[in-house]
């Protein structure tokens, strides 16, 4: 390895309190409160190497969300590497403006033609997920707009979504606690409740609830008038809300309510896709047909930022024959070295197999780790979708009886697994996992022995607690 490319080792540089120090000083991390993080200080990850990572002090900590639901193929990968170096020293960047455009990102259109469904021929390439939304509510307000219905404006979304947090992700959202910083949502944009069965479905079955929920969108649509409605928008499984796995009958439901009324489907996989559900992509684990499909994160597994829509025909042939100029983009719309990277990582995820190795082999055996932590004290509810898992922990088993918000069980659950070597979010008091592609079964096996380590400890310290 040259010098040049030799890795610098920030932790031996300064000590953790120096590099906290200096953190609390002058970084404003997202979605934190500065005064107490400042209090406590920053956990400084130093280094990563597949699904592990360390941190200043040394401890090596299995990484059970994947970075943030994105490093799919895990750390380390040196064909991802040597793809960003190799674009960075031919051409670190030009735009695609101006009618110009980089070899990296017509090959990456290309291959993103081909993984995705057959009705995405065009992507229009953004930074970022949450610009990718920004850039669904432009363009399907737009295609509306060339199809003589500018009153249709509204788009659908649900409460608990995330879909980012620009002024128009975070409007797509569903997040209160977003909406009430800053003015939110912006115009045009409504929710309906979410199919979640557990907190709102346990009275019937899974199947008539999914039938119920996407009932509700129908009922807004009719009360806005369908004339109004531009398009619905829904992870197929909402990542950040807590891993909420919608019942099988949801999707085709919502799909034929969609087009008995005309609706764009707009199918957010900035978490679902590239692999995560054990399919390509989400929509088509669920069975729907997506007009439009948001993707980040996964599509280069979060080596580099990069983001971008899914342009399916029925609205690309509209934009491309009867558009004219659409005046939205980015500086770094198709980005040379992040859409290189990409390249190198779809192709990475194709060599080694890895949707098809989550569908048949590690998804059902996380699915049976999962089926076995039922049996856990804590354990409501256990779920998993390809490599996605959630764990919904509960005051009293039979009587299904959730703990009081205040009690903030999740996060003390989420305590024991930073001490314990395991990351693992906690959604409320519902505990997530979201873990590299590359997983092997031992590494799930290890990851379970983790977690039921992690419960017990809860456990433990709730009874101690006199909580239980
Ligand atoms: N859509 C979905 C479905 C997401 O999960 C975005 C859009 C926005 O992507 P960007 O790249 O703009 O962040 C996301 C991002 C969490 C968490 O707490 C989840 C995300 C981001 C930050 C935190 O689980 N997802």
Redesign the pocket.
Known sequence: MSAALAPRAPAATRSTRDWQAADAAHFLH??TDFQSLARKGSRIITRADNIYLWDSEGHKILDGMSG??CVNVGYGQQALVEAATRQMQELPFYNSFFQTTTPPAVELAELLASVTPPQFQHVFFSG??????DTVVRMVRRYWDLLGQPQRQVIISRKN??????MA?ASLGGMSAMHAQGGLPIPGIVHIEQPFWWQLGRGMSRDDFGRQAAAWLEEKILELGADRVAAFIG?PIQ??GGVIIPPETYWPEVQRICDRHGILLVS?????GFGRTGHWFGCERFGTRPDLM?F??GVTSGYV?L?GVMVGERVARVLIEQGGEFEHGYTYSGHPVACAVAVANIRLVQQLGLVERVKSETGPHLAKLYQGLKDHPLVGDAETCGLMGALQLVKDKERSLAFPEEQAVGMLCRAHCFANGLIM?A?GDRMIVAPPLVMTTAQIDEMGGLIRLCLDKTWAELKDKGWL
């Open positions: 997202p979605f943030l639901w970022s997920g949450s610009e990718g939304n979504a995330y879909h980012g947090s620009t992700g992870e990542g950040a957010d996989e900035v978490i679902c948001t980040a994160k930022p983001g979010r959604v």
